[in-house]
Every structure is written in structure tokens, then in C-alpha cells.
């Protein structure tokens, strides 16, 4: 009977150190799928803004003449300060154009520097993810496209 | 007979189950992060390779831009300097006096296109040379088209090639592209070297 008992007590001692073992390595382990969750995340994102703004860098590499805009950018919200035309792009968490709280942000800031021969025209693409805490920088690309101004 | 039902709770049982569980799962997070992290890296490089393609493709736009400007400049200087007679009026006259072409064009009987036309090319011809980066190419036989090059470095081992030939005097466009391509810059007798020979299957099995 004595040594009954003694086997149940040594038995809960037991548990109670594993379970207080297990609790400290399921926390480690925790975070390190919550790390691998977030560098997942980071790179899903990194991949598909890359894409969008080479999508955007393309079209404006396409265009022959300054009245023609891209189709993307015809979608785009449009702004004006200081000889920069801002245009805004708006999307949801699964990258699709949206119009009501954005996920993902991209910003094209075309810039015309004009000279007797033509116009060189500079776009910064900006793509950002939106948090409560505020906008994300995710990728940039600056790219260019040199239209000659024929008599 | 009363039968017994013992369970028996062996010492260590549950410590060898503990270990297992956290061996499991310190494994597969090991796993999961490498993985995401390799994805990342991936992700990373390819960014920066795409940057540093359209950071390329940007100064090879301003290239071009400076080389259309000294293009109008040609045009616009040659038809003063016929017009004229003369090249002291110009703002490049002591690149254009540097040339002996120049001088005899004003003296001869052409008629004022062709002279332009002459003007033109030996203007742009003398431009094109002073800017920094451009390669002339060779006029070929019975040709006398302009040809030149320029390149605009992307990364350490790639960089975008423009070729492109100077339209002659009456045309509206002043120039065309006639070749935009991603170069490796690479040493190529390196990669000769290094290159190796595989024998393809023939479509044979038996053996020989």
C-alpha cells in the first residue's frame, strides 16, 4: 500500500516538471512559427509587390507620347503638388483593386523634366501595406522613359 | 473471483512522450523557418536584381535623352551655320573648326538640302564622339548612316546595350533604336572554362 502511494506521488512530480518543461519549450517553439509566419508573410508580400510595380514600370516604359496613360493608371486616383502627378492605387488583402479600406497601397509619382528635344519622364513606384500604425514600406522602383519630341 | 484492473503508471513514461512531443515540434518549426527564411532571401534577390535592372533602364533613358539633345542641337546649328555660311555664331564652333569638313561644304555649289544635310551629319558625327560613353560604330561601305552605342550598367555582371543609328537630315524622327538588350558582362573566356561537356544518352540501353 506505502509503496503504492509512493509511486503516485513520484508520478505527479514528474508531471508537474514535464508539463512546466513542456509549457517553456512549446513558448520557444511558439515563437518560432510565429517568426517563420511573419518572414513568410514578409516575403509573399516582397514577391507580389515586385510584380505589380514591374507590371507598372512596364506599361509606363511603353508609352509614345505624354497624353497616353497605361490602363492601370486610368483606374488610379489622381493628385497634383509641386510638377509631381501622384497616382494611388488601392488594394485588398488579396491584391485586387479595391476602393474602401486598402490593404496594400501604390503610389506612382510621375515627374517631367522637359527639354528642347523631348521630355524625360521620371515614375517612383512606391507599393506600401497599410497597418493601424501606418503605412509599411514594402518595395520602390524608379524607372524612367525618354519621350523626343518630333517637329 | 474478483477480477483486478490495475493501471499501471510507470515512472518516465510521460517524460519520454514530453521529449518526443517538443523534439516534434522544435523540428518542424526549425523547418518551417528555414524554409521561409531561404523564400525570403529569394524574394530579396530577386527585388534587388528588378531594381537594379530598371535603375539600369533610368540612365540609359537620361543617355538617350543627352544624345537627342546634342542630335537637335546638330539640327538646329546646321541649318544656322549654312544659313550663315559660317560656324562663328555657334555655340560648339570650336568643335565644329576642329573639323576640316566643315569649311568646304559653305564653298561649294550643293544646293542648301544638301548642304544641311552634309552639315548635319558632320555636326552629329562630332557630338555624338565628344559624349562620354558613346561608341561609334564604323560606317560600313556605300553607307553613310550614323551607328552608335552606349551601355548602362544594371549590377556587377549585367548592363543594358542601346544600339541605335542617326536618321539623316529631312527625316522627322532624329533617331531609332535598332537594338535594347541585357548583357552579360561577364569574362567570357571564364565561362568558356568553366563550361563543360555532357554525353547525352543516345537512346541506346544495352550495354556496351
Not at chain 2, 558632320?122 to 557630338?127: E, G, Q, S, V
Request: glycine fraction near 4%.
Amino acid at each position: 500500500m506505502k509503496r503504492d502511494s509512493n509511486q503516485i506521488n513520484s508520478f505527479f512530480i514528474e508531471i508537474i516538471i514535464v508539463i512546466l518543461f513542456f509549457s517553456i519549450s512549446a513558448a520557444v517553439t511558439l515563437q518560432l512559427f510565429v517568426a517563420a509566419n511573419n518572414r513568410a508573410q514578409q516575403s509573399s508580400d516582397l514577391s507580389v509587390a515586385v510584380i505589380k510595380a514591374q507590371d507598372i514600370a512596364e506599361q509606363i516604359k511603353g508609352i509614345s507620347s505624354l497624353n497616353e496613360l497605361t490602363e492601370e493608371l486610368k483606374a488610379a486616383k489622381y493628385t497634383s503638388s509641386g510638377g509631381t502627378e501622384h497616382f494611388l492605387l488601392d488594394y485588398d488583402k488579396q491584391w485586387n483593386q479595391t476602393q474602401s479600406a486598402p490593404q496594400y497601397k501604390i503610389d506612382i509619382a510621375l515627374t517631367k523634366d522637359a527639354v528642347e528635344s523631348g521630355v524625360l519622364v521620371h515614375a517612383d513606384i512606391l507599393v506600401s501595406r497599410c497597418k493601424s500604425s501606418g503605412e509599411n514600406q514594402i518595395f520602390t522602383l524608379n524607372t524612367a522613359k525618354y519621350l523626343s519630341k518630333t517637329p | 473471483m474478483k477480477s483486478k484492473s490495475n493501471i499501471h503508471l510507470s515512472v518516465g513514461s510521460s517524460s519520454i512522450l514530453m521529449i518526443f512531443v517538443v523534439l516534434c515540434l522544435t523540428t518542424f518549426g526549425m523547418l518551417s523557418y528555414v524554409t521561409a527564411n531561404a523564400d525570403s532571401k529569394i524574394s530579396t534577390k530577386n527585388a534587388e536584381t528588378v531594381q537594379n535592372y530598371y535603375k539600369a533602364n533610368q540612365l540609359a533613358q537620361t543617355k538617350l535623352e543627352q544624345l537627342d539633345s546634342a542630335l537637335f542641337t546638330a539640327k538646329s546649328d546646321a541649318k544656322q551655320a549654312v544659313d550663315e555660311g559660317t560656324c562663328d555664331g555657334l555655340k560648339n564652333k570650336s568643335l565644329y573648326q576642329s573639323s576640316s569638313e566643315v569649311q568646304p561644304i559653305f564653298n561649294s555649289n550643293l544646293s542648301k538640302n544638301e548642304k544641311y544635310a552634309i552639315c548635319y551629319q558632320i555636326f552629329c558625327k562630332l557630338l555624338l564622339s565628344k559624349s562620354s560613353g558613346v561608341v561609334m560604330e564604323a560606317a560600313q561601305d556605300g553607307n553613310d548612316e550614323i551607328k552608335c552605342s552606349f551601355t548602362a550598367e544594371a549590377d556587377q555582371n549585367r548592363q543594358i546595350q542601346v544600339k541605335l543609328t542617326v536618321n539623316s537630315y529631312p527625316s522627322a524622327e532624329r533617331y531609332k533604336i535598332t537594338e535594347e538588350k541585357l548583357i552579360s558582362t561577364q569574362d567570357n573566356a571564364a565561362d568558356a572554362s568553366s563550361e563543360e561537356t555532357f554525353q547525352l544518352w543516345q537512346g541506346s540501353s544495352k550495354a556496351q
